[in-house]
């Protein structure tokens, strides 16, 4: 066999699969830091659960159904709120937290990110208009 024709072959057998999406990164990483546990707690159904995440990652990543996957993975992050970016970019996640602050409307409890160190800053809530100050 050439040494082309595996990556050809593997290349035509992942075409129209839905590939890794953030579910599957992320039950992965949590099948990681399972591993990681049961190597020093030496429980036998912490290794089952690592393997069940496995094999759910690749079924996810392995998938032809996109619009499942899709809804899942958009269903995921939805769930996931706040903790959003640290799930997707912890890097970038940890950068903004360390360049800006977030604040909440006073009226309409909407999110509002602020320049760190900048003093009091008056903020108008980009969704109902009202003026507040806060300390960045």
Known sequence: MASGDWQRKLVEWLRGRQGPDDLAIFSMNIAIVIVVVNLFARVSWLGWIALALIVYSMFRIQSKNLASRSKENA??????????????????????????????????????????????????????????????
């Open 75 to 136: 269903a995921f992050l939805k769930a996931l709120g706040p903790a959003r970016p640290w799930v997707q970019n912890p890097s970038a996640a940890w950068k903004e937290l360390r360049t800006y602050k977030h604040a909440t409307c006073t009226s309409c409890k909407q999110r509002v990110r602020v320049p760190r160190g900048k003093g009091k800053l008056r903020v108008t809530c980009p969704k109902c208009g009202t003026k507040f100050e806060v300390k960045s």
